[in-house]
């Protein structure tokens, strides 16, 4: 203290003096309605404004959720980004932002849990409130389940990217799209064939993307796992978060004996998703972060089961 009354301290301006030396000006006269009723609405305005919109809404918003997963931990917080939208006729001038807010915030408030069943009902209060046809509502978060050693069985905590699109319309069926973006192991086929001893391996990223029958409901199988075991079960080997020495073992060795390409794993993870029976359309592509190259290695499939066609 004494060190500082030896200083020549400068004298400041107030701090209302200081906000006007930096461009704050005194409130102008209010001249326009602050009640509601005598506000002029014009997102309400009805005129022929050229064109039907496809979509309106906000998007990049954050807010805290539950999911819930067929594995462990089977009960989870997390943080959902949102986006929420409704198509407009070429009659409105624009939609009523605020809202969707208000919905979610209403859904927060009674615990809102991220599932199929609660975001079809969310959708169509969204479409009711919005006093529209349709609504659209797409969140993304991540999802953690627990990963055991293979020999040690030690756990911890793995996770992926989730996301979840469902589209309420009036006069047509529920659409509902999943997603999940994992990370495998791939070990190189052709440098095993062409090695004397060893091969390369690399980290996969693998991304699935699919259409679920509109009827797909939370009392089915949890989707996450669905496309989680898709993923891993086709790979050179599964990550782990904690490994120790006999579990490195089994894992490396376990990959030697399962060597992948990009291609190998997203005609193998097709032929898995082709086969559940609630997966109408996938999008399955694979991206390897090579461990010998500056360069990744890219592949991907598309396959609509309705018309046998990608």
């Given at each position: 203290?004494?060190?500082?009354?030896?200083?020549?301290?400068?004298?400041?301006?107030?701090?209302?003096?200081?906000?006007?030396?930096?461009?704050?000006?005194p409130?102008?006269e209010?001249?326009?309605?602050?009640?509601?009723?005598?506000?002029?609405?014009?997102?309400n305005?009805?005129?022929?404004?050229?064109?039907?919109?496809?979509?309106?809404?906000?998007?990049?918003?954050?807010?805290?959720?539950?999911v819930?997963s067929?594995?462990?931990p089977?009960e989870?917080?997390?943080?959902?980004?949102?986006?929420?939208?409704?198509?407009?006729?070429a009659?409105?001038?624009?939609?009523?932002?605020?809202?969707?807010?208000?919905?979610?915030?209403?859904y927060?408030?009674?615990?809102?849990?991220?599932?199929?069943d609660?975001?079809?009902?969310?959708?169509?209060?969204?479409a009711?409130?919005?006093?529209?046809?349709?609504?659209?509502?797409?969140?993304?978060?991540?999802?953690?389940?627990?990963?055991?050693?293979?020999?040690?069985?030690?756990?911890?905590?793995?996770?992926?990217?989730?996301?979840?699109?469902?589209?309420?319309?009036?006069?047509?069926?529920y659409?509902?799209?999943?997603?999940?973006?994992?990370?495998?192991?791939?070990?190189?086929?052709?440098?095993?064939?062409?090695?004397?001893?060893s091969?390369?391996?690399?980290?996969?990223?693998?991304?699935?993307?699919t259409?679920l029958?509109?009827?797909?409901?939370?009392?089915?199988?949890?989707?996450?796992?669905?496309?989680?075991?898709?993923?891993?079960?086709?790979?050179?080997?599964?990550?782990?978060?904690?490994?120790?020495?006999?579990?490195?073992?089994?894992?490396t060795?376990?990959?030697?004996?399962?060597?992948?390409?990009?291609?190998?794993?997203?005609?193998?993870?097709?032929?898995?998703?082709?086969?559940?029976?609630?997966?109408?359309?996938?999008?399955?592509?694979?991206?390897?972060?090579?461990?010998?190259?500056?360069?990744?290695?890219?592949?991907?499939?598309?396959?609509?089961?309705?018309?046998?066609?990608?």
């Open positions: 203290m004494q060190q500082i009354d030896t200083i020549s301290l400068k004298k400041l301006p107030s701090k209302e003096e200081r906000h006007r030396l930096f461009g704050s000006v409130p102008g209010k001249k326009k309605p602050t009640e509601k009723s005598k506000m002029a609405d014009l997102q305005v009805k005129r022929d404004f050229l064109f039907d919109l496809d979509a309106v809404g906000v998007a990049n918003v954050k807010y805290p959720v539950r819930l067929g594995q462990t089977y989870q917080t997390t943080i959902g980004t949102f986006t929420f939208s409704s198509s407009i006729p009659n409105s001038k624009g939609t009523n932002m605020s809202r969707f807010m208000e919905l979610l915030e209403q927060y408030q009674g615990g809102f849990t991220i599932s199929i609660e975001l079809k009902q969310f959708t169509k209060d969204l009711n409130k919005l006093e529209q046809d349709d609504a659209s509502v797409s969140v993304s978060f991540p999802w953690f389940y627990e990963r055991e050693a293979p020999q040690t069985l030690a756990s911890g905590l793995n996770h992926a990217e989730a996301s979840v699109s469902v589209r309420y319309s009036k006069h047509e069926d659409q509902i799209n999943v997603s999940l973006k994992v990370q495998i192991t791939t070990l190189c086929p052709c440098s095993k064939e062409i090695s004397e001893y091969a390369h391996n690399q980290r996969g990223n693998v991304t699935i993307e259409e029958e509109s009827n797909f409901s939370n009392a089915d199988d949890d989707w996450k796992v669905l496309l989680l075991e898709a993923a891993e079960s086709n790979a050179s080997a599964r990550l782990h978060p904690i490994l120790k020495r006999p579990d490195e073992k089994m894992v060795e376990q990959a030697y004996e399962n060597p992948r390409f990009v291609e190998d794993m997203v005609r193998l993870i097709a032929a898995d998703l082709y086969e559940l029976p609630s997966v109408l359309k996938f999008h399955v592509s694979c991206r390897n972060e090579e461990s010998i190259h500056m360069h990744d290695a890219i592949a991907s499939v598309t396959y609509d089961k309705r018309n046998g066609q990608g």
